[in-house]
């Protein structure tokens, strides 16, 4: 191969290359709504959660942390997000011998929108509702004393008025608790599944097949939609705790600093990174921070949380800001019960 030939194959792979990372890829996947976050605690400390993922909350980020649940759990939350829009969730957790078991779901809707048409932009006295929803089902077990895998199969749904797009798609994720300081490794990849179309009876339409010709009779059609991928992710984490009770960098009986960083590859955007902290006093009471880099609007979060222990039962409330730049800020409430 000459030298000629060679320079014409190198610019060719460097405008490929350029064109790649020039292509803006956000918007380009459907059910956005399963990148709201989950839990009021790993909110508040950023998301970063990968490799910690250890109560109900963490089956969103990692469902191998569920495998650490020794007690059966439930988890609640409430959100009022922006634009007058409701996300809620819930998790319960059946921990086993060998296997743990997990039912989860989250759900987002809006108050009722008045239809309007172009004969009556007032609207036609009828209303219409959006909801997206999620259901899920998971496992997660020990293959060793420090190894935990875990994978949850998901129902994704979207409908909006008379139209609806579903299909179903895969997490599964591993944390390693290496010896040295206890330091946690997370993986995890979310959302594999099948494209999003959407269809309903909106969509079917009289149309004269052959309108060169008078007098056919208008025949029944149907308008199809572009169908669109899940936002699909893959995930690293590193969670460590730089001083408490047991495996840390710095002993402390009392108190416990836990930090977490995560990595994301996303298919509909940039690479983004979550950094959080949780400070813990006698395992009681608990504040959070986090950072969000290479986020529009989100960035800076905080939290608290408070957990009371009754004999063999827990009670754990958790609350999380999330500073939304422009759009309103987000207040998130969840409330975690363990018997």
């Known amino acids: 191969m000459n030298k000629r030939s060679t320079r014409k194959i190198f610019s060719l792979l460097l405008a490929s290359v350029c064109l790649l990372f020039a292509f803006n890829k956000v918007g380009t996947t459907a059910a956005p709504f399963l990148k709201i976050e989950y839990g009021a605690r790993p909110v508040g400390m950023g998301g970063a959660y990968i490799a910690l993922a250890d109560d109900p909350a963490g089956i969103y980020y990692n469902p191998a942390g569920i495998a650490e649940c020794d007690k059966v759990q439930l988890l609640g939350g409430y959100t009022v997000w922006f634009a007058d829009l409701k996300y809620s969730y819930a998790t319960f957790i059946v921990p086993t011998q060998r296997v743990n078991y997990a039912l989860w779901g989250s759900f987002l809707s809006g108050d009722p929108v008045p239809v309007t048409t172009v004969e009556f932009p007032d609207g036609t006295g009828q209303e219409f509702t959006y909801v997206d929803g999620l259901l899920g089902v998971s496992a997660s077990a020990f293959l060793s004393d420090r190894l935990s895998i875990g994978a949850t199969l998901k129902y994704i749904q979207q409908s909006l008025y008379n139209e609806s797009a579903s299909t179903f798609a895969f997490d599964v994720g591993s944390i390693l608790r290496t010896p040295f300081r206890g330091i946690r490794l997370g993986m995890c990849m979310v959302n594999y599944g099948g494209r999003m179309q959407l269809s309903g009876n909106d969509l079917i339409v009289q149309t ?132």
């Open 208 to 339: 004269d097949p052959w309108p060169e010709y008078d007098g056919n009779p208008d025949a029944e059609a149907r308008l199809t939609t572009e169908s669109f991928p899940l936002p699909l992710a893959f995930k690293l984490g590193i969670a460590f705790d730089f001083f408490g009770p047991d495996e840390a960098f710095v002993t402390l009986k009392d108190h416990r600093l836990r930090i977490a960083i995560d990595g994301i590859h996303p298919n509909d955007g940039d690479e983004k990174v979550h950094i959080g902290c949780e400070y813990g006093l006698y395992d009681m009471l608990f504040l959070r921070g986090g950072y969000k880099v290479n986020y529009d609007t989100q960035k800076f979060t905080a939290g608290a949380g408070f957990l009371v222990t009754l004999g063999a039962r827990e009670l754990c409330v958790d609350y999380a800001f999330v500073d939304m730049d422009i759009l309103d800020a987000t207040h998130r409430v969840s409330l975690t019960l363990g018997f």
